[in-house]
C-alpha cells in the first residue's frame, strides 16, 4: 500500500514557489498502477475464496472514495479508499457484523486522520498510510474478542 500511497501523496506537492492546484499525472499513473497488487496481495495472502470480484468492488471503491473525499484532501480519499478496499478483500472471519466493524474502523481512521491533516499535516499524511489497514485488523481482534465474550456468556448461563 505504501508504494502506491506516497507516490499519489507526492503527486499533489507544487513545485518551489507555485500557488493553485497540481497534480502530477506520472505519480497518480504510477500510484494507480500499483494500487490492484494491493487488494491481489491481501486477499490471496488471507485466502479469501472471492478474491477476484472483491478485488474489483475494491478497485471501483478506490477510485469513487478516492474522488468523492478528495475534495477535501486527495490523500484523505485515498487513504480511506485502501481502507475499505482492505475490508473488502481480507478473508472475514465467521463473525456477525464483522464488516460492519472494519468500515467503522476505517471511518473513525479517516476522521482522525482528517483532524491531524487540518492540526499536523506531516503526521496525517503518515497517519493516512498506517491507520487504515491498522483498524481493520483491530476491528477483526475486537470482533473475536467480543464474539468470545458473548459466548462465554452463554455458556455461563445455559
Known amino acids: 500500500m505504501l508504494f502506491s500511497y506516497f507516490p499519489y501523496a507526492a503527486a499533489f506537492i507544487p513545485p518551489d514557489g507555485e500557488a493553485g492546484l497540481y497534480v502530477d499525472a506520472g505519480l497518480v499513473a504510477i500510484s494507480l498502477a500499483v494500487a490492484p497488487l494491493v487488494f491481489v496481495a491481501v486477499g490471496f495472502i ?3 475464496p472471492n478474491t477476484p470480484k472483491r478485488v474489483l468492488y475494491s478497485l471501483v471503491l478506490l477510485l469513487v472514495l478516492g474522488l468523492l473525499l478528495g475534495l ?3 490523500i484523505l480519499g485515498a487513504a480511506a479508499g485502501f481502507g475499505v478496499g482492505i475490508a473488502l478483500t481480507l478473508n472475514e472471519p465467521d463473525i456477525e457484523g464483522q464488516l ?4 467503522f474502523g476505517v471511518a473513525l481512521a479517516v476522521v482522525y486522520m482528517l483532524a491531524m491533516l487540518v492540526f499536523i499535516p506531516p503526521a496525517g499524511v503518515l497517519a493516512g498510510a498506517i491507520l ?3 483498524m ?3 476491528a477483526d481482534e475486537y470482533g473475536a474478542w467480543r464474539s468470545e465474550q458473548i459466548s462465554s456468556s452463554q455458556d ?3
Open 100 to 103: 460492519k466493524r472494519r468500515i
Open 46 to 48: 488471507s485466502r479469501n
Open 72 to 74: 477535501l484532501s486527495p
Open 156 to 158: 455461563e448461563s445455559g
Open 136 to 138: 481493520v485488523g483491530f
Open 132 to 134: 487504515p489497514g491498522l
